[in-house]
């Protein structure tokens, strides 16, 4: 099957870095759009950043300027890179994949999500 492995979460003070990673895994034909979204305590899911394919990035209003997204094609790998931390963007992160399944050919389309990591910004 597919599986989306994050990494990269931790506790960082306010105004620090850190950087996320996001690897598919499994039975993948291609993947188009690759994104990280974010859930905050008591507040839905919002999309932080999403990048095509072909490598174009779009950003939440509140991130531009602060956190580039970025992916490896070859790797399967969506990356987020977050600097100026802010304590509100504290929130579990997940990475999201939308992908063709299937190995020789495509046997159709899956919305995949990662588990999740945990980004704290607090000092």
């Known amino acids: 099957q597919v599986q989306l492995v994050e990494s990269g979460g931790g506790l960082v003070q306010p105004g620090g870095s850190l950087s996320l990673s996001c690897a598919a895994s499994?039975?993948?034909?291609?993947?188009?759009?690759m994104a990280w979204y974010r859930q905050a305590p008591g507040k839905e899911r919002e999309l932080v950043a999403s990048i095509s394919t072909g490598g174009t990035p779009t950003y939440a209003d509140s991130v531009k300027g602060r956190f580039t997204i970025s992916r490896d094609n070859a790797k399967n790998t969506v990356y987020l890179q977050m600097n100026s931390l802010k304590p509100e963007d504290t929130a579990v992160y997940y990475c999201?994949?939308?992908?063709?399944?299937?190995?020789?050919?495509?046997?159709?389309?899956?919305?995949?999500w990662g588990q999740g990591t945990l980004v704290t910004v607090s000092s």
């Open positions: 999201n994949a939308n992908l063709i399944r299937g190995t020789t050919w495509p046997v159709g389309v899956l919305d995949a």
């Open positions: 499994g039975r993948i034909f291609r993947i188009n759009n």
